[in-house]
């Protein structure tokens, strides 16, 4: 069992930076592959980012990819999202999201492929 508490979500201008953590419990979170998600407002939930269970392989949404960083701290049992240059279509709440460390790297943009989410964190860009 993994429960996960995301912290760092505000209000920024467009064009401005914004970290996001998502501290996770449990002796195995080294073992995880990672994701980061995010729904805006009548809108599904979309994958962001994603980081295998060492760090090694990293991927991004088209959208954001050059923008936003993901990494992780196993040591700290935490994984982090950095935005910048955000944009206003960037607001949602932004959730934290763990996946089975048997996971395959190919299932990591699908949300029902994570059984373990945070409470989420609300990020809000105005324009």
């Known amino acids: 069992q993994v429960q996960l508490v995301e912290s760092g979500g505000g209000l920024v201008q467009a064009g401005g930076s914004l970290g996001l953590s998502c501290a996770a419990s449990?002796?195995?979170?080294?073992?995880?592959?990672m994701g980061w998600f995010r729904q805006a407002p009548g809108k599904e939930r979309e994958f962001v980012a994603a980081?295998?269970?060492?760090?090694?392989?990293?991927d991004y949404a088209d959208s954001v990819k050059g923008r936003f960083t993901i990494s992780r701290d196993n040591a700290k049992n935490t994984v982090y999202l950095q935005m910048n240059s955000l944009k206003f279509e960037d607001t949602a709440v932004y959730f934290c999201?763990?996946?089975?460390?048997?996971?395959?790297?190919?299932?990591?943009?699908?949300?029902?492929?994570?059984?373990?989410w945070g409470q989420g964190t609300q990020v809000t860009v105005s324009s």
């Open positions: 980081i295998s269970w060492s760090g090694a392989s990293t």
């Open positions: 449990g002796r195995t979170f080294s073992s995880y592959p």
């Open positions: 999201a763990a996946q089975l460390p048997s996971s395959p790297w190919s299932f990591r943009t699908a949300p029902a492929m994570y059984p373990y």
